[in-house]
């Protein structure tokens, strides 16, 4: 009962139980193999996004910045003709860099992050579309497939791996390495308490010596990190990327969060509950559509699970003080 992801798990169990009943198909290895990679998506980004909540911020720009990241990688590539890695690494150097400024930017003016990253969100936003058009003519990145070094981009961000006759997304494997590391990082180190600590209570963290700031900065950048490894699958799944995607998916890896129990309030929370919260989401959005159901129903459905969600852990949590 005192951890946080208990809630999310109690819920997770209940709609594995209920998909299973209400659907013939949702137990069938390829079908559940699509669940998880549903799942992997969303989970991927949340790893950072729970870890920075827990540190008492929230970032609205991550969905957009995943998007910006690929078409990077992708513009880069094309536009110079160059080995894709190379397209990969800028990628990666754009997202740190989104990261650290959307840090930065928090630090130093004090502004709540919920604006900072408003901003980042909408500057991203337009950006995408406009240096797309600008490069491209369109409104998506031309084809990379034909780039040298392509196959072997592929084989590490978009391939899949066969496990007892099918065929699982790589992006499932990397998802599970995330949680494991961020929480181990969360719990057994001292990067993990300074991060509770700045969450809980960033001026008495300050007090006991807590480099508040550096925490948080970082925790935007592990937010960017997490989004590069999403947009490098997205770019090199699809070969190509759509402008004006990932607008929204900032509110599904937050939700994944929050499901997961942490709070927007910080200092508390596990990278292992929005796992849970993610999977929710995977079974949630492939299960409906296994049980025949309208599709249309998901957000109403995902809606409803969040508050559900809130309100069991914040049950969890009182009963938890209570034996305290």
């Known amino acids: 009962m005192k951890r946080p992801e208990f809630g999310a798990l109690t819920g997770a169990l209940v709609l594995f139980v209920f998909f299973s009943l209400v659907s013939d198909v949702f137990l069938q290895p390829t079908s559940f193999a699509t669940v998880l990679y549903g799942s992997s998506i969303i989970g991927i980004v949340a790893v950072g996004v729970a870890l920075l909540m827990i540190g008492g911020e929230v970032d609205l720009s991550a969905g957009v910045a995943v998007t910006a990241s690929a078409l990077m990688s992708a513009l880069i ?30 630090v130093k003016t004090k502004l709540p992050s919920f604006i900072v990253t408003l901003s980042t969100f909408l ?31 592929k084989a590490v961000f978009a391939s899949t791996v066969p496990i007892g006759g099918v065929n ?23 990067v993990g308490n300074w991060i509770f600590a700045s969450g809980g209570d960033a001026k008495a963290a300050r007090a006991a010596g807590v480099p508040v700031d550096k925490v948080k900065i970082g925790l935007f950048m592990g937010v960017a990190f997490c989004a590069w490894i999403a947009a490098m699958h997205t770019l090199f799944a699809f070969n190509v990327v759509q402008s004006g995607e990932g607008v929204g998916n900032e509110f599904l890896y937050i939700i994944a969060a929050i499901i ?22 995977g079974m949630a959005n492939k299960g409906i ?8 129903w998901f957000k109403f459905f995902l809606g409803a699970t969040l508050l559900l969600a809130v309100l069991v852990n914040l049950y969890v949590r009182k009963q938890s003080e209570k034996h305290t």
Do not use: K, Q
């Open 77 to 106: 590539s094309w536009h110079y003709n160059v080995n894709v890695w190379v397209g990969v690494a800028m990628g990666l150097v754009f997202a740190l860099l989104v990261g650290y400024v959307n840090g930065i930017l928090f």
């Open 123 to 153: 500057m991203l936003a337009g950006a995408n579309l406009a240096l797309t058009r600008m490069v491209s003519g369109g409104v998506s990145s031309p084809s990379i497939a034909a780039l040298p070094g392509f196959a072997s981009a």
């Open 168 to 190: 699982v997304s790589i992006t499932v494997f990397i998802w599970i390495a995330l949680v494991v590391i961020g929480s181990w990082v969360l719990r057994h180190t001292r």
């Open 260 to 281: 997961g129990g942490c709070l927007m309030t910080g200092g508390y929370g596990s990278v292992i509950g929005a796992a849970i919260g993610a999977f929710i989401f």
């Open 289 to 296: 559509i296994y049980a025949g159901w309208e599709p249309d």
